[in-house]
Structure formats: C-alpha cells, structure tokens
C-alpha cells in the first residue's frame, strides 16, 4: 500500500505569500495519477490538480502542482483570502485503490 | 451539468449495517469513461476511500473496509449504493460520493451527508 505524507501539517501564511506544500509517497507514483484537492470546513473537496500538474476546470493559474517519482508539489503563487483551506493530494494506484495525504492546513498568520 | 446526491439514514446503531444511495443527475452513469466512489471523512479528520464501481458492476474496495462493504449500481435509476456492515462508531464520518475521472481524480463530489453511528 503506497502512504502519502504530506507537509508541514500547518501553514500559517499572509495573504498575497506564497504557499508551498509538500506531499511524499512511500513508493514511486505515476505522475498521471496524482491528485490535489481544497476543502473548506463543511464543504465537499474541490479538485484542483490532476495527472500532477493539470489544472481542473475553472481553477485559477495560481495554484500549480509540479513533482514526479515520490515527491510532489502543490505551489499558491499568491494566497488569496479564499484559499485559506485544508488541502490533500490523493495518488491512484495498482489494484486499483485510492489513498489520500493526511492533509495540509494553510491558516491565516 | 452533473451533480451527485447523496441520501440515507443519518443515524444507525452499532452492528446494524449503514446504507446510502448516491443519485447522479444531469448525466449518465453508464459512461464508460468514468468509475464512480464512496469516500468517508471521520469529523475533524481526513479523507478515506471507500471503493469504487464502474457502471458495468465491477468493485475495487479499500482492503481495510473490504469484508464489510457492497457497492452496488443501479444504471435504470441512475444510482449507486453504499452498504458498510457491522458499523461501530469508528464508522461515523460524513459520506461523500463522488466520479472519478479518467486520470484516477474524483473530479465532482456530492455535498455528502453525516452518518452517525449510536444506540
């Protein structure tokens, strides 16, 4: 079973910074099946990034994802207010089964 | 446009079993380009898959849920269905359903509904 850990945990950030999250696997991911989705409380995940670097439909072009192999990136060029959010990658495997990062918290500091 | 809705009971007792019905509008879940899923979320934590199906009938659960799942599909209503067995109150959690695109993504979710497990 492929474990993705994703970090830091928490990030506590000003609007207009960047934000940089990380999300690590246990064993090598295909590219084409890494996944990163936003959830605000009381909100189903929104998908932001799929195949690793693909925007979904609609999402603006400051969130990025990039990464290969085990190590994958999600970057906010510049946090708006309304990205204030938890955030979770999610990797499609072999089997096939669906596994799911613990999540990162971007936070206002 | 496609929307997934949710619907069951929000309160089951321990070791009874949890049923949920995910109805999909605004398109077909005969498509053959899309799985559909069961993903849980326990309050304050994060998301698990639960398992997936294809409108054909073909099943993928998560080893950790597999001896107590069934997925089932009905394509003449448009639906698929949830049943968790044995549930306990580590089984609490919001429901989401949701399609899985072709890229391994859950790329539209229902808004999910609280499943609550109690005597």
């Known amino acids: 079973e492929i474990v993705l850990t994703q970090s830091p945990g928490t990030l506590s950030l000003s609007p207009g910074e960047r934000a940089t999250l990380s999300c690590r696997a246990s064993?090598?991911?295909?590219?084409?099946?890494l996944a990163w989705y936003q959830q605000k409380p009381g909100q189903a995940p929104r998908l932001l990034i799929y195949?690793?670097?693909s925007r979904a439909t609609g999402i603006p072009d400051r969130f990025s994802g990039s990464g290969s192999g085990t190590d994958f990136t999600l970057t906010i060029s510049r946090l708006e207010p309304e990205d204030f959010a938890v955030y979770y990658c999610?990797?499609?495997?072999?089997?096939?089964?669906?596994?799911f990062g613990q999540g990162t918290k971007v936070e206002i500091k | 446009q496609l929307q997934l809705q949710e619907s069951g009971p929000g309160l089951v007792k321990p070791s009874e079993t949890l049923s949920l019905t995910c109805t999909v509008s605004g398109g077909s879940i005969s498509s053959s380009s899309y799985y559909w899923g069961w993903i849980r979320q326990p309050p304050g934590k994060g998301l698990e898959w639960i398992g997936s199906i294809y409108y054909s009938g073909s099943t993928y659960y998560n080893p950790s849920l597999k001896s107590r799942v069934t997925i089932s599909v009905d394509t003449s209503k448009n639906q698929f269905s949830l049943k968790l067995s044995s549930v306990t109150a580590a089984d609490t959690a919001v429901y989401y359903c949701?399609?899985?695109?072709?890229?391994?993504?859950?790329?539209?979710w229902g808004q999910g509904t609280m499943v609550t497990v109690s005597s």
């Open positions: 999610q990797q499609y495997g072999s089997s096939p089964r669906w596994t």
């Open positions: 064993q090598s991911v295909s590219s084409s099946y």
């Open positions: 195949g690793a670097s």
């Open positions: 949701a399609r899985r695109e072709g890229h391994g993504a859950f790329d539209i």
